[in-house]
């Protein structure tokens, strides 16, 4: 199909304003973070198992050797959005979006190291304009103040969402994008599971509609619509597309939470959306029809 490719970029975007929704709403909801997550994922899996029987989508895993490989998979994600929803916390949205979108660079530099990928060098200098753009987006920051926390939970969110990727990279050709998701976020609230008896759990009464949100749009839309993406993309050229999470997540958090964004976000959105352009040319070359 001639318009194939820009229709995989567009679904792809789509997928990047969903998951986008995760920033202002983690750092709207008041609940401990492992509980937010736990809500998050169990109402993801009963979102995404209905969809599966819905669609008639084969649940079942071919071996134990893939099991173990969701079940590792499955924690780094857990340990993507506990860390991710910290940063949110400890900072404000756009620093803990942004610090988070280190990943590309990341995900390019890990890529051959999980697949039979060659690095492409290109990908370094991207990353590097991905950085950049970050640069001007954040505020100065003080060392001695919670900002430095949320960058470093942001940049350790970061390399835990990159290897996740990367793990299911490898699977996407094989198993359903929704079927992949389902068992992530399955398996992550069985993990949760014991944080229930320790932590504060009664917020949920009037945090639902949001956590629903969050399961909803957020995880069972957003996240499925980005794994199966990785069909059409490599996992670096799909992670530096998505670099404009910050963006349209800064935008939604000056609609809903009044941050306002400076001069600053941009002059940085400006190279995050280079990225974006450069990286979508470049891929169509070698993205096959």
Excluded at 125 to 132: A, H, K, M, Q
Excluded at 216 to 225: D, N, S
Excluded at 226 to 234: A, D, E, G, N, V
Aim: aromatic share 14%; charged share 10%.
């Amino acid at each position: 199909m001639k318009d194939g490719h820009l229709q995989h970029v567009f679904w792809l975007t789509l997928a990047t304003v969903f998951i986008s929704t995760s920033g202002a709403l983690g750092k709207y909801i008041a609940m401990p973070i492992p509980v937010i997550v736990w809500w998050r994922c169990g109402l993801a899996a009963l979102f995404l198992f209905l969809f599966c029987k819905h669609q008639k989508i084969n649940l079942k895993i071919n071996s134990r050797k893939d099991m173990l490989t969701f079940l590792i998979a499955a924690i780094f994600l857990g340990a993507h959005w506990v860390t991710y929803f910290f940063a949110l916390k400890l900072s404000n949205v756009a620093i803990g979006m942004l610090s988070l979108f280190t990943f590309p660079l990341m995900t390019a530099i890990l890529e051959p190291v999980f697949s039979k990928v060659k690095f492409d060098p290109a990908h370094i200098i991207l990353g590097v304009l991905v950085l950049i753009g970050i640069f001007f987006l954040a505020p100065e920051f003080d060392l001695k103040s919670s900002q430095l926390q949320g960058i470093l939970f942001g940049l350790l969110s970061a390399f835990c969402y990159a290897i996740r990727t990367l793990m299911l990279k490898q699977h996407v050709s094989v198993y359903n994008g929704s079927m992949l998701m389902f068992y992530q976020v399955l398996l992550l609230s069985a993990v949760l599971v014991p944080l229930l008896f320790i932590l504060d759990t009664s917020a949920i009464e009037t945090q639902y509609p949001y956590v629903i949100l969050l399961a909803l749009v957020t995880t069972a839309i957003g996240h499925t619509m980005f794994i199966h993406s990785l069909k059409y993309f490599k996992v670096s050229t799909a992670s530096i597309i998505a670099s404009t999470q910050p963006l349209f997540g800064i935008i939604i958090a000056f609609l809903f939470l009044n941050e306002i964004p400076t001069w600053n976000t941009f002059i940085g959105g400006t190279f995050i959306i280079s990225t974006v352009i450069i990286e979508s040319i470049r891929s169509k070359r070698t993205t096959k029809e």
